[in-house]
Every structure is written in C-alpha cells, then in structure tokens.
C-alpha cells in the first residue's frame, strides 16, 4: 500500500468489527499504511486519529494527531497497543469518522496506562489523563472490532439504531 489516500469505511463495512491482527514486522510496508493513515486522516478535516481497519487494514496500528494542527511529523503512532491500568471514569462526547455526523457521550476510564509499539518495533509507555486518553481507548477499541456506540447504553443504542437506519436509507452509511 503506498502513502495514498484511501476510502474511509463507514459503519456496516464488516471490517470494522473483525479483531486485527498484531503486527510482527516493522518494515517499510507498515510505515507506508502509517503514511497512508495519516494522509488518509488529514484529509478529513475533522479526523485526529485512525485506526487501520478503518481504511480496511485489519492490522493493530493506530495514529493519533492531538495538535488540531494538522502537523505530519506530530502524529502518534500506536503499534500493538495495549492498555494495562484504567482509573475512575468520566463522561466525554465522541465521535468517528466511520459514523458522519454522530455524537454521543460516552463514559470510559480517565486514566491510562498503555504500551505499544513504535514503528520501529521499539516497545513505549504511556500514562495519560488529558484527551489522549479518550482518543487511545477509541483508537484501541478500533483494533479488537469494537465501535463507540457500542459503550452506550441500550436505551440510548436503541435510539441511535433508529437513527442509523435513517442514514442507511439516505445512503449516508452502509
Ligand atoms: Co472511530
């Protein structure tokens, strides 16, 4: 895959909920779906982080640009993440670029401790309870086929179903 910009895979596509498969070779192909992801993400103006299997990679890689800024060489790339301690919980609106137009509140863990890969291979830590931590654990969820509407609860799901069907039918999602 080379550092195009590929198409966004909106809620429905099944690739979305298959488990990715750990990366094992640091190569110059994983560093070309990180380019393409980062590509891919600035594309959409309203994008700060992708996982690969929204461009329809099933693989753990996910980037991260918490400057707003649009700056190639800060994003954050998470290989293999994996998050080990989580704190008290807190209330935050999410949205995904798999689901235009949708905002739900959604509760998740403040605090993070994660570890990852680089692209190197090179094995990182990192705490956090800023809004990297909200997006790491929307990212990570990404990877084990897990979507944010997912952690509503069923009576707010349920209405958001009803929404979601609306879209399916205007050809908005799939
Ligand atoms: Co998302």
Do not use: W
């Amino acid at each position: 895959m080379s550092d195009e910009i590929e198409r966004i895979r909106i809620y429905g596509d099944p690739v979305l909920r298959k488990k990715a498969e750990e990366v094992t070779e640091f190569d110059g192909n994983l560093e070309d779906l990180a380019n393409c992801m980062t590509e891919t993400m600035f594309a959409n103006e309203s994008g700060i982080a992708l996982a690969a299997p929204q461009i329809g990679v099933s693989r753990r890689v996910e980037i991260i640009d918490l400057t707003f800024g649009k700056e190639f060489d800060n994003v954050l790339t998470l290989v293999n993440p994996e998050i080990l301690e989580t704190g008290d919980e807190e209330v935050i609106e999410e949205g995904c670029l798999s689901f235009p137009g949708i905002f739900e509140d959604i509760v998740r863990p403040k605090k993070i401790h994660v570890r990852y890969q680089d692209l190197n291979g090179d094995v990182k830590e990192l705490e956090t309870d800023t809004f990297l931590s909200r997006v790491i654990q929307h990212e990570t969820d990404h990877l084990d086929g897990i979507l944010f509407v997912d952690r509503l609860s069923s009576v707010k799901r349920a209405m958001l179903d009803k929404k979601l069907r609306i879209l399916a039918k205007e050809g908005v999602i799939e």
